[in-house]
């Protein structure tokens, strides 16, 4: 049983969006930033994708979570 939502597309997108860009001048990635968001996003919804499969074909599970995408995003910045 799912304990938590799924965040929307658009909700990744701007949490990411948002740290980067608090943090683009020090790093710099100003004008990477909307790129950075998108890979961001597709990393996680690609894992969730194939934490289905990974349960579908072994029976094991592998969570991502609202904290593994904020993790995912310190990652980057």
Known sequence: MDWYN???QEALYSV???S????AELLGIK????E?????VFIH??????????YNELRRH????PTS???LVKVFT
């Open 62 to 65: 592998n969570y991502t979570t």
């Open 45 to 54: 919804s690609s894992v969730s994708e194939y934490s289905e499969k990974y």
């Open 20 to 23: 980067y860009e608090e943090n």
């Open 31 to 34: 004008e990477n930033v909307p």
């Open 69 to 71: 995408y904020l993790e």
């Open 36 to 40: 950075l968001a998108e890979i961001t």
């Open 6 to 8: 799924l965040w929307p």
């Open 16 to 18: 990411a969006t948002r």
